[in-house]
């Protein structure tokens, strides 16, 4: 009976931990042909989003209302932010604002 | 021995009378299509900076600060390829003419100033870069031999677009303010 306890006691913090970790994910935006790839992204509270500039130009990724900023990326540099609130993140590249994307963060 | 020297001798000026008679962006090599390419984008700087001592939109800003941080660095990779593949850039009509008519702009935009001057500069960034993006679409990636230069260009034409869309949006934009001022 103990033995048995146990067993669903450490079972139950396996799953805890498990679920926490697979929440805190890292997720990757390409920035490529001026546009964001994926475009659209969803994530989870605690998620990092990494972007990676492939144009040969400088790109930024800056929230519509400038509450985060990676600030000027080269090619081949990159930037990530982690997403702690939920919510809808809209941003777009500063240089070229017609490049936009959007971040939906989803509660854990 | 005498003769075909002779023969050798005529060959290359007659290639080389060939390509400085060219008339037609067709006609062009790829040293030439380099250097009208380069001579294009040292003009878009210019009147960037143009923009940057005569406007005070930050709108127009931006846009002039992006049009200089592109330009550089589209020229910037084309000099190194051409260093790369050890040649020069060759001067042309159409690089002569583009000048030309660069100076005549830049002499009429310079006595603007204020909305005037905000609304032509985005009217003409939008058609310059609508009248080079057609030329290095249409005519220039189509006819350049070298591979390395043909991919810099599709990915500078890619740039150029991006630029004439911002333009366009620009130019709207005031257009739409002052039409609303009046």
Redesign the interface.
Known sequence: MAALSATILIALVLSTFTASQAAQRHHVVEIQ??KFVPAKLTVRQGDTVEWINR????HTVTKKDKAWDTGKLKKGQSAGIVFSSPGIESYLC??????RGEITVLAK | MLKRTLIAALAAVTLTHTAAQAESPAELNDLEIAHVAYTADNIDIRYAHLALAISKDPKIH?FA??MI??HT??NE?ALALLKKLKVQPQDNFLSRQLSENADKLVAEMSMLSGKDFDLRYAENEHGYHKAVNDLVGKTFIPNIENAEMKALFQ?AL??FE?HE??AE?MAGSLMQRQSMAQ
């Open positions: 042909g001026f144009d040969i130009v400088p500063l240089y070229h604002p017609k490049m | 931006d600060n992006t941080r592109d660095v589209v990779l990915q890619a740039i991006a869309a911002h949006t």
